[in-house]
């Protein structure tokens, strides 16, 4: 059986790509939740962790938020730890431009069906959201201004299984689900 193991740096990414994967990932794929306690522990334990794997017919996915970080530079140092673990053939780094939660701005229709609030699928029409909601420093306090009571947890667990490659305009989720097909087709 093949396995896709993500190694992640919350639970909250964890929360939303249980949701989300179902749609994309066939059941003989066997998924896998790494997930460390935040961006430092996965950066000093992930390349430990790739190199005691044993289960063949493996595939790394690492995701990181770009937080205020240069997104090139973070992704060039989580290669670095692949290629050190001896998987970078095995390995696909990811980074939520600049959180994870931009990707649920990039599809409010997702947002307010989770939340019980068709309204909210009109915010997309709003440039901020439209245009690049990558570009938006701080998603979780724009998700807060349209759901005061939002939390991380529990919106990844809402949202994340209304997320959709075709409704969704965040370009690092789109780049982020295209690397999971692609290497579904590969195997």
């Known amino acids: 059986m093949r396995s896709l193991v993500f190694l992640l740096e ?10 989300f ?13 790494l997930v460390f306690e935040g961006k430092q522990d996965l950066e000093r334990r992930m390349t430990r962790t ?3 794997w044993q289960q063949p017919n493996t ?24 290629r050190e673990a001896g998987r970078a053939s095995e390995a696909i780094v990811r ?16 947002v307010g069906k989770a939340f019980d609030n068709p309204k909210l699928a009109r915010l997309q029409q709003k440039s901020i ?9 701080n998603p979780v306090a724009e998700l807060r201004k349209h759901i005061p009571h939002y939390q991380k947890r529990d919106g990844a667990r ?3 299984p209304y997320l959709r490659k075709e409704n969704n305009v965040s ?16 195997e």
Do not use: T
Request: hydrophobic share 45%.
């Open 59 to 82: 595939r790394f996915i690492v995701l990181r938020d770009q937080d205020s970080g240069d997104c090139a530079v973070i992704k060039a140092g989580l290669l670095a730890r692949c």
């Open 95 to 110: 980074i939520a431009c600049h959180e994870l939660e931009a990707w649920f701005v990039g599809d409010w229709a997702s």
């Open 129 to 137: 959201y439209r245009d690049n909601p990558d570009r938006l420093s």
């Open 158 to 160: 809402r949202v994340g």
């Open 171 to 186: 370009r690092s989720f789109q780049v982020f689900v295209e690397a999971i097909l692609r290497s579904l087709a590969e």
């Open 50 to 52: 790739m190199k005691a």
């Open 21 to 33: 994967l179902p749609h994309i990932v066939p059941d003989n794929v066997n998924v896998k939740y």
């Open 10 to 19: 919350e639970p909250s990414a964890q929360d939303a790509l249980e949701g």
